[in-house]
């Protein structure tokens, strides 16, 4: 933070409320954040230095009561109060200005180095395995899982049946119009699409078969009632995606980056 603002110069100095928004860009800076490319370069840190931002804000309240003769010229109890400010907004802006990007930026972190090559033929085999078997237990859940580690994280990890069949009625992207190139729309045309909160979502043609043979066989294996295209068999839960993407980095053999 001093080197963004040399007037920066003690820790106190730097929880004060005023500048939280200098310290969301000392933090973007720590963590390597490429704002070209809108990624973070170590994103975990970006998560997780949340946590010692607030232990810092509850040093530096530490540090003024032990030092109330400091603060002649000021009212200790105000600079208190700035301090427990911060802590607020760290807990309920941090998540919208740095931690929920970054969490995304993991994902595709861990989804890019589970081999696509790996998923595609792990999800084939399941699949013919099911042709043959449609009760095989073990191919079906092999199937959800490396249709899952292709999709999107966020809402689509949640995915619902009903939400998934309304991709087969005809959509409009209005506000998209003037941005799509020829190449593009014909891409649109020949992929499944998903339109939440202004954002459009494809399906390519392989996940599509492979998400329909889940559709088929999921009376074999779970209840109608469970909503969720992605839920553990043996409850209406949906996955836990860090757990599905660290099973099939270690059985496509992958190390930690």
Not at 20 to 29: G, I, M, W
Not at 141 to 149: I, S, W
Not at 195 to 209: I, N
Not at 212 to 234: A, E, V
Request: glycine residues 2%; proline residues 3%.
């Amino acid at each position: 933070m001093k080197k963004l603002n040399p007037q920066v110069n003690s820790l106190i100095e730097a929880l004060r409320p005023i500048n939280f928004d200098l310290l969301v860009k000392a933090v973007k800076a720590a963590s390597k954040f490429n704002s070209e490319e809108d990624k973070y370069g170590a994103p975990t840190f970006a998560m997780n230095i949340s946590t010692s931002l607030k232990d810092c804000c509850e040093v530096a309240i530490c540090e003024i009561l032990k030092n109330k003769h400091c603060f002649e010229n000021k009212n200790f109890s105000e600079t208190e109060t700035e301090i427990k400010t911060m802590i607020m907004l760290i807990k309920s802006n941090w998540k919208y200005e740095i931690s929920h990007h970054a969490a995304n930026n993991l994902h595709s972190k861990k989804m890019n180095s589970i081999g696509i090559d790996y998923l595609k033929t792990t999800a084939n085999s399941a699949a013919a395995k099911l042709q043959s078997d449609c009760n095989d237990r073990d191919a079906y859940k092999t199937l959800q899982q490396t249709v899952y580690c292709r999709i999107i994280p966020g809402e689509l990890a949640r995915l619902t049946v009903d939400l998934y069949n309304e991709g087969k009625e005809a959509q409009t992207y209005e506000e998209f119009e003037n941005k799509i190139r020829p190449s593009e729309r014909i891409l649109m045309r020949k992929f499944k699409k998903r339109k939440r909160k202004a954002t459009p979502v494809l399906f390519s043609l392989d996940v599509q078969e492979h998400i329909q043979i889940l559709l088929d066989l999921r009376s074999n294996f779970t209840s109608q009632n469970d909503p969720y295209i992605f839920s553990k068999l043996i409850s209406r839960e949906p996955f836990r995606g860090y757990q599905v993407l660290m099973h099939h980095a270690k059985m496509a053999g992958l190390k930690k980056s």
